[in-house]
Every structure is written in structure tokens, then in C-alpha cells.
């Protein structure tokens, strides 16, 4: 098929490579603009689809918005059988949604109609989701309300939003790849109206570890934040970043800590201790290192 493929993040890496294993002409890669960032956070970094769509050799275009001059005919004019759509960023206006022959296509992160949305991954983990997927959805103009064509599904368990995303972007890349061969086999299927949940961007904000609820809240709270932005905590001012933690027996004030482990009370039922912590300029090590050189002596609430 002659694709146009749209993404911008590691998720959408690999269904880009899948297309292009697959022998389908991609003939232009959009993404969103390079971003600051760099090792002094100025440098104008591009998107994992940008670096890897050049590598391929693939035209890559960054419009800021369709309604920019001629961007939505230009988009038109790459006459497309189908546009591949996975974590792009932009919403697409019905006109681009229209362009190609067979539409707009897809690859959602979730179980939809749950989780529609920005952040579907990481709202599944701190839902306490047991499982999650991919959809591949066509799309329409409301947020991932159209029908989908393919799907599957797996368990959370105690997976990190970064694991889970490595695994999601495989799995999505696969279903695609399928549905391409044939599409006529997989029509879409209209979402149920029950079970409608939206995944909100994630806010920074979120990422400072809250112990007025329970223990499993929190533990989930340092998976769905890992990679990014990171739980944390605040200690004397110094902000420690949780990288894994596991919930144990405990009980006391919201933030107080319980023994010489670094064990935290939550208000909401039982404890968390973190098993892996990273004081800020330092690499990550265990809570018993910290506290060798740190120490965080029982009573103290963070």
C-alpha cells in the first residue's frame, strides 16, 4: 500500500518499522517538531519517529497544526491508500481524516472504550487495571471513538509503564501488520457504549508519591510514573525519585516512616518501601545504600 505514517514517540517506532519490513511505500513520515532537550535541555531534539522515519529514508514532515497554510492539502496530495496513526499528537481535522483512500487508521493503547485518550497506559496501571491492549481502531473525529477492526490483550501484573509500552508498541506493530494484509477481513466493529473511560494527560504534578491512600495506590503510582516523569519524594527539601517498590505490612501516619528500611506508612491500609531510590545527581541504588549515606531515621514524615 502506499501509507502516509504518523506518530511521534518509541511507541510508535515499531509499527514505522513494521511497515516498512512489510514492503508498503511510506511516503512521508509526520511527526511533531524537534523538542528542547539535550544534555543542557536547549538543544532542539527530534522524535524517535522523526530519527528513525530519515534513517528509512522516508520525508518527514512536522507541521505545528493542519490548519497552517496548505498543510492540509499537502496532505491530500500525497494521495494515500491509508494513513497509519500511532501517538502522533495532533488532532487530525476531517478533512486529513478523509484524505486517504481507506481512511485513517489507529493504534491505540488500550482496551477501548476504556482509557480514550492521552495516557491510556499509564491510567491503566493506576486504575489497577488487570489487563490492557491494543486496539486498531478507525478513526472518526471523536477522541478514540471510532470502531475497531483488530485486538489483544494482556495482563498488567506488576509491570512498569515503560515495560508495558515496549510491550503494547510490539503488539500494535503485529495487528497492524495483520490488518494490512487484509483488510477487507477485519471490518470495523463499533466500540460498546458501556465502559467509557478517558485517560487524561499525565500531569508532573501527579508524579509527587501521595500516602493519604493505600499502599497498592502507591506502588502503582511508581509503576505508571516509570519511566516518566518519575515518582518521587520530598526528604529536608532534596527531591528522591522511586524508581520500584513493593508494598509491606505497616501502619501510621500519611508519610511517616516506620523502621531503618525506609518503610512508609499510608494513611489508606499497610505500607510501601521502596526497593530501588535515586537521590538527585546520583545514580539508582537500594534503600539500604541511601541510608547508609542519608540517613532517614524512623518518625520522619515525607
Aim: with cysteine; hydrophobic share 45%; charged share 25%.
Amino acid at each position: 500500500m502506499r501509507i502516509i505514517f504518523m506518530g511521534t514517540p518509541e511507541f510508535a517506532v515499531p509499527t514505522l518499522d513494521a511497515l516498512v519490513a512489510a514492503g508498503h511505500e511510506v511516503v512521508a513520515a509526520y511527526t511533531q517538531p524537534p523538542r528542547p532537550g539535550g544534555r543542557r535541555g536547549r538543544e532542539p531534539v527530534a522524535s524517535p519517529v522523526q530519527r528513525r522515519a530519515e534513517s528509512h529514508g522516508i520525508p518527514v514532515r512536522s507541521p505545528v497544526s493542519f490548519r497552517e497554510d496548505g498543510a492540509m492539502e499537502a496532505f491530500a496530495a500525497l494521495d494515500a491508500d491509508v494513513a497509519i496513526v500511532a501517538a502522533y499528537g495532533l488532532i487530525l481535522p476531517q478533512p486529513v481524516l478523509e484524505a486517504p483512500r481507506l481512511g485513517c487508521i489507529n493504534v491505540h493503547g488500550s482496551l477501548l472504550p476504556r482509557w480514550r485518550g492521552a495516557a491510556p497506559i499509564q491510567r491503566a496501571i493506576l486504575a489497577g487495571d488487570a489487563e490492557t491492549g491494543v486496539g486498531i481502531m478507525q478513526m472518526e473525529r471523536g477522541l478514540d471513538t471510532g470502531p475497531v477492526r483488530l485486538e489483544d490483550r494482556t495482563p498488567i501484573g506488576r509491570k512498569t509503564a515503560g515495560e508495558l509500552t515496549v510491550e503494547l508498541a510490539d503488539m500494535g506493530a503485529r495487528l497492524l501488520a495483520e490488518v494490512l494484509t487484509d483488510v477487507d477481513r477485519y471490518p470495523p466493529q463499533a466500540q460498546p457504549d458501556e465502559g467509557v473511560t478517558y485517560a487524561a494527560k499525565i500531569d508532573k504534578a501527579e508524579a509527587r508519591l501521595r500516602f493519604d491512600g493505600t499502599a497498592e495506590e502507591a506502588e502503582r503510582a511508581v509503576r505508571a510514573f516509570n519511566p516518566a516523569p518519575g515518582a518521587h519524594v520530598e526528604i529536608a527539601g532534596e527531591r528522591f525519585r522511586i524508581h520500584a517498590a513493593e508494598v509491606v505490612a505497616g501502619s501510621g501516619s500519611a508519610g511517616e516512616v516506620l523502621d531503618d528500611r525506609l518503610t512508609i506508612a499510608c494513611a489508606g491500609g499497610g505500607a510501601l518501601r521502596p526497593t530501588s531510590i535515586q537521590r538527585a545527581g546520583r545514580g539508582v541504588m537500594t534503600a539500604a545504600e541511601l541510608l547508609r549515606g542519608f540517613p532517614i531515621p524512623a518518625g520522619t514524615i515525607l
